[in-house]
């Protein structure tokens, strides 16, 4: 069966999300991203975030890399969504701006 860009979504992602977006507190957060991932998976995504953050202020990917241990190929995978993704990257970072200033 061939992949598709939309194979990822389920009931079980459907799931996830409305799951996510109940959490109230960062506490909260924490406890359950800790339970659902591994530290691997938690440590990956703590960093694809750095990166997103990164791109956005403009640094190039051989600092970013520096800074974050990520590969310029994983870099570049994750600067292409930032560009031509779903939009979920610019949204959040905007509104972290919009919640008092820059992207935490």
């Known amino acids: 069966m061939a992949s598709t860009d939309d194979d990822w979504r389920s009931e079980h ?3 996830l999300i409305a ?3 109940r959490l109230e507190t960062p506490d ?3 406890h359950f991203l800790r339970d ?3 530290l691997g998976e938690l440590r990956d995504l703590a960093q ?3 990166v997103v953050r990164m791109l956005d202020a403009g640094l190039h990917y051989a600092d ?3 800074r974050t241990g990520a590969s310029t190929a994983t870099i570049t995978r994750i600067a292409s ?5 779903e939009g979920g ?3 959040m970072l905007a509104r972290l701006r919009e919640a008092g200033g820059e992207p935490a």
């Open 13 to 15: 992602t459907t799931a």
């Open 19 to 21: 799951a996510i977006l």
């Open 28 to 30: 909260e957060a924490e």
């Open 36 to 38: 659902l991932c591994t």
């Open 48 to 50: 694809r975030w750095a």
């Open 64 to 66: 970013i890399s520096r």
């Open 81 to 85: 969504w930032f560009r031509h993704g």
């Open 89 to 91: 990257y610019v949204a």
